[in-house]
Nanobody, 122 residues
């Protein structure tokens, strides 16, 4: 499985961005996908996760501002980010895993990762 993120960029506080993550390869084994982020000097943190057959989890810091979704026909996951804050500035990574069990926030349980896309909020 290969994951490629896109959609990052620079935006002013209060603005919006939509990230995309295109999956290719043996995608039928994917049970859960998620977004993680890492700011300079900080640990990686889980942002949101979506699982098959449907359902989503969000970090408290982004709840009500971010929406995760998935287009199964296009093997693409999205993260709509609204009301962006400077503290949302980070490299955002797409991740996928083939197992159902385990905490959605635990990055070690994800088998595949994208290269990341930078989000900068000023």
């Amino acid at each position: 499985v290969q994951l490629v993120e896109s959609g990052g960029g620079s935006v002013q506080a209060g603005g919006s961005l939509e990230l995309s993550c295109a999956a290719s390869g043996y995608t039928s084994n994917i049970k859960r996908m998620g977004w993680f982020r890492q700011a300079p000097g900080k640990e990686r943190e889980a942002v949101a996760s979506i699982y098959t057959p449907g359902g989503a989890f969000y970090a408290d810091s982004v709840k009500a501002r971010f929406t995760i979704s998935r287009d199964n026909a296009k093997n693409t996951m999205f993260l709509q980010m609204n009301s962006l804050k400077p503290e949302d500035t980070a490299m955002y990574y797409c991740a996928a895993r083939t197992e159902i069990g385990g905490s959605w926030v635990d990055g070690a349980t994800y088998n595949y990762w994208g290269q990341g896309t930078q989000v900068t909020v000023s």
